[in-house]
């Protein structure tokens, strides 16, 4: 619904062996997917979702661009607090255009409900938009010669803010383990691209390019620990001639990426197709 999917920050406060009750987790899906109906293409009323919204989060709500979904699923969901909050994985299906080609694909984003009056609600939570992957970790106190050392930025407008948190961002080692993966058009083949998450918070993935006739890719998880990896798996077969009217034919470099959260950081890889010798 809003402009970015969030940061994957906080860890799960139940173990796998604590499931909600059945009519708490059916209220709540019920729920998360009566708000992101009215978000998609052919259903798309902001309007209609105000009352799924929590009155602390209305203003923010009212502000926020608003973005619309071919469809949508419901990913994982993580409870707290005795069950009365939640972290709910959405993810979208949305056009986007990368080399001058428009192609479908998926991202997943993290959503937060509690429960208000009986019903569950979306709200808003700082967090949302932290700037570095370490966000929701509480530093040590600064010492007196750390505090007089410190140098105040003279630009703090939001987006000089946004600036300095790319730039730490991109300190975080992080990226694929090849740049290049090539596939023969004649035959069928397989490969795999392994993206690392070198930093110590978790961050949301997605991966997306151009649909190629005859070519399946799957992404093992959208969301990588600290420190985790990720594997994307390419599968084709020359003789699956299904796919959408503008799928690209499996030949020459095919370009794809990861994108990952927060702020968009794109990791290039290279589809490559050769004739068999």
């Known amino acids: 619904m809003i402009s970015r999917f969030f940061l994957l920050s906080l860890p799960l406060l139940l173990s796998a062996q604590e499931q909600a009750p059945p009519e708490v987790d059916q209220e709540l899906r019920a729920r998360v997917e009566a708000f992101y109906q009215n978000f998609v293409e052919t259903s798309f009323s902001p309007r209609k979702a105000e009352p799924f919204v929590a009155e602390d989060t209305k203003d923010y709500f009212y502000n926020a661009q608003k973005e619309t979904y071919i469809s949508f699923r419901l990913g994982t969901i993580a409870y707290s607090d005795n069950f009365t909050k939640a972290i709910v994985v959405v993810i979208g299906k949305q056009e986007r255009h990368m080399a001058a080609q428009s192609m479908i694909t998926e991202f997943p984003q993290e959503t937060r409900w509690k429960i208000e009056n009986g019903k569950w609600y979306w709200y808003y939570h700082l967090e949302d938009h932290c700037l570095t992957p370490m966000c929701g970790k509480t530093p040590p106190p600064a ?32 990226g694929v383990d090849k740049p290049t993966v090539t596939l023969t058009a004649d035959q069928p083949g397989s490969a795999q691209v392994v993206f690392t998450n070198g930093a110590d918070g978790e961050i949301a993935i997605g991966v997306d390019g151009p649909a190629v006739r005859g070519l399946k890719r799957s992404l093992d998880r959208t969301t990588i620990p600290g420190h985790g990896k990720a594997v994307l798996t390419l599968e084709f077969d020359p003789s699956d001639k299904s796919g959408p009217r503008d799928a690209w034919d499996p030949k020459g470099s095919i370009p794809l990426r990861f994108v990952a959260d927060p702020f968009n950081r794109i990791f290039p890889v290279t589809l490559q197709f050769v004739d068999s010798k």
């Open 143 to 174: 010492t007196v010669e750390e505090r007089a050392a410190v140098v105040k930025p003279k630009d703090t407008s939001p987006a000089a803010v946004r600036a300095a948190g790319v730039t730490v961002l991109q300190q975080q080692p992080m």
